[in-house]
């Protein structure tokens, strides 16, 4: 069984960075695709950020956020930059065959981990 477990949110002022990681197990990590998601307070989830061959990002984060990962560390990286408040909310890692910016091909989800930008 799959688990993929995120962590690295906090408490940021509007412009600073973040770094965020989602490490998995249970999943061959090599071959699966691995994407963000975020829900901020009365919201739906939407997709941020994926990566399978190649990278993928929502308009709003184009230009501030990099997805990475490292395959040795079975790990996905959200390297997020010039932080906006409407940022704030709670950012979930998921694994799945496949990748895109819809949540519904992913087959392992975590918990998720909160940021907060703070103007």
């Known amino acids: 069984q799959g688990q993929v477990t995120e962590s690295g949110g906090g408490v940021v002022q509007t412009g600073g960075s973040l770094r965020l990681s989602c490490t998995a197990s249970g999943v061959d990590f090599d071959d699966v695709a691995m994407g963000w998601f975020r829900q901020a307070p009365g919201k739906e989830r939407e997709g941020v950020a994926y990566?399978?061959?190649?990278?993928y990002y929502a308009d709003s984060v184009k230009g501030r956020f990099t997805i990475s990962r490292d395959n040795a560390k079975n790990t996905l990286y959200l390297q997020m930059n010039s932080l906006k408040a409407e940022d704030t909310g709670m950012y979930y890692c998921?694994?799945?065959?496949?990748?895109?910016?819809?949540?519904?091909?992913?087959?392992?989800w975590g918990r998720g981990t909160e940021v907060t930008v703070s103007s």
């Open positions: 998921a694994a799945g065959r496949y990748g895109s910016l819809g949540s519904s091909v992913y087959d392992y």
């Open positions: 990566m399978c061959n190649n990278e």
